[in-house]
């Protein structure tokens, strides 16, 4: 019996290098963006409603309770630190500029700004 073998080349047109294969066509970054921030702002919500306060600037406690929490996100302390304090500053923006009822077309947007008020609407100016 006598056999051959020949080297195949296959191309793959479509393949992007480093890109996920779950990643879901339609789901832009951004989008992962902004379920990502949602589920860091309802967990700050939730650690307020089981604590009774919310540390400014931000805790090892809470850094720690939201890390657990959305272990799928992946995120390094500093970084959800700065998140945080990037989401106040960018309530104390909006509310600077359009007021406390914004309009927002999004209902993510919405929600978003619903829990930032959660967060920060009750503090002194």
């Given at each position: 019996m006598?056999?051959?073998c020949e080297l195949m080349v296959r191309e793959f047109f479509d393949f992007e290098q480093g890109e996920s294969s779950k990643t879901n066509k339609d789901e832009t970054h951004s989008d992962i963006d902004d379920h990502r921030d949602l589920a860091i702002l309802r967990f700050m919500w939730n650690f307020k409603n089981i604590n009774g306060d919310f540390p400014h600037p931000p805790s090892d406690k809470l850094l720690k309770y939201i890390l657990l929490s959305?272990?799928?996100?992946?995120?390094l302390k500093e970084y959800l630190k700065m998140k945080i304090m990037e989401f106040e500053s960018n309530f104390k923006d909006i509310i600077q500029?359009?007021?406390?009822?914004?309009?927002?077309?999004?209902?993510?947007?919405?929600?978003?700004?619903?829990?930032?008020?959660?967060?920060?609407?009750?503090?002194?100016q």
């Open positions: 006598y056999c051959k959305i272990s799928k996100f992946k995120l500029m359009d007021g406390d009822n914004p309009e927002m077309n999004r209902p993510i947007d919405r929600e978003t700004f619903h829990l930032f008020k959660l967060l920060w609407g009750n503090q002194q």
